[in-house]
């Protein structure tokens, strides 16, 4: 079975990714409630966290509930960095993530996110200071390399492995493709495949069903998925996946009470995280999703995603159950 420093998983782990604005406590509890088996925060600049950005800060906090949860950190000073290590270990994760991932420019121009596989010797060198640095399992988060012609993803996942990161998960795609075509798990199939690689290697990008995670698993032998646009708004999906890896069928999607549900503790645990205007303006993204497919949902959803009080989105959830008690989803 993968571990994760001394973190014992089961058999195939599915990993909640760390996405910005979405991977808050509430989510990330919902997740884990429905089987995510390790969440991640969304990145947090360390300099944010130097400077104790209140916005940065707040990312750190964690519920009980949610562990073992992962804190993603992401910068390209060693300073900032060894510094914000000991910020976060204060909060007690069980994992210290390095984004080494994000292909957004204003990252990487810092050479930070996946701005640093333009300078593997960084990436390397950065891993292992902050190994050094504490005490907590590092884990790291990439891409497959800054370009198609750059992509050198089995060397540099072994150097990691050397300077002591304790599980590596890859997206398949470069910096360069954003988030554009498909992502190649062959890459990274490579790297589980190298016979001097030990540590978990947890493939991402496009686990958009259950069939998908069991290739995976079967097709490609990584050790764990991790799941990101799929579980937004969604996070039956790791039930759905796992009960599909262990039976080969599908479960039923979730019934319009069980989404409304989520949906009414999703906001009431945003709202006793953030206040009422935050947590209503942070859950909407979500709520596409909790009601997809339901038609004539136009004017609910309306109310949902544009109302700033809370007592009017539980009113829509509210009349949501009444006037769509029976409706049947279909799988994803
Ligand atoms: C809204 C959003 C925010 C994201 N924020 C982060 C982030 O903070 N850190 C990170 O490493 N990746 C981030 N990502 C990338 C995801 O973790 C993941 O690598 C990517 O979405 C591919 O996986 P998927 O196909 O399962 O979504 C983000 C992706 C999305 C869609």
Request: hydrophobic letters at 40%; a negative charge; aromatic letters at 8%.
């Amino acid at each position: 079975m993968p571990k994760i420093g001394n973190i014992e998983l089961p058999e195939f782990p599915l990993l909640l990714a760390p996405m910005e604005d979405v991977s808050d406590p509430p989510f990330r509890a919902l997740c884990k409630e429905q089987g995510a088996d390790v969440v991640y925060t969304e990145f947090i600049s360390s300099e944010g966290l130097i400077r104790d950005a209140a916005k940065s800060v707040m990312k750190l906090d964690i519920y009980e509930k949610e562990r073992p949860v992962g804190i993603q950190i992401f910068g390209a000073n060693l300073d900032s960095m060894l510094k914000s290590v000991e910020i976060v270990e204060a909060s007690n994760p069980d994992i210290i993530d390095i984004n080494f991932g994000c292909p957004v420019k204003k990252v990487v121009s810092k050479g930070a996110g996946a701005g640093i596989l333009k300078d593997i010797d960084l990436m390397v060198s950065l891993t292992k200071a902050m190994v050094e640095h504490t005490r907590l399992p590092v884990t790291v988060k990439t891409r497959l390399g800054w370009d198609q012609e750059s992509i050198k993803i089995v060397e540099v996942a072994e150097r990691l492995q050397d300077v002591g990161c304790a599980a590596i998960s890859i997206h398949g795609r470069t910096r360069v493709q954003m988030y554009k075509g498909e992502a190649d798990w062959n890459p990274i199939a490579e790297v589980k495949n190298n016979p001097r690689m030990h540590i978990p290697v947890f493939g991402n990008g496009d686990v958009d069903s259950p069939e998908a995670a069991k290739r995976m698993r079967d097709e490609y032998g990584l050790d764990g998925a991790m799941i990101g646009r799929a579980s937004i708004g969604y996070p039956w999906f790791f039930n759905e996946v796992k009960h599909y890896l262990a039976t080969d069928t599908h479960l039923d999607p979730p019934t319009m009470e069980q989404r409304v549900d989520a949906a009414r503790r999703h906001l009431q645990m945003a709202i006793d995280w953030k206040g009422e205007k935050l947590g209503v303006f942070e859950t909407r993204r979500h709520y596409t999703n909790y009601f997809k497919g339901i038609p004539n949902f136009k004017e609910l959803r309306m109310k949902m995603v544009t109302s700033d009080d809370a007592a009017d989105v539980f009113e829509a959830f509210d009349q949501a159950l009444e006037q769509f008690s029976d409706y049947e989803f279909a799988r994803v």
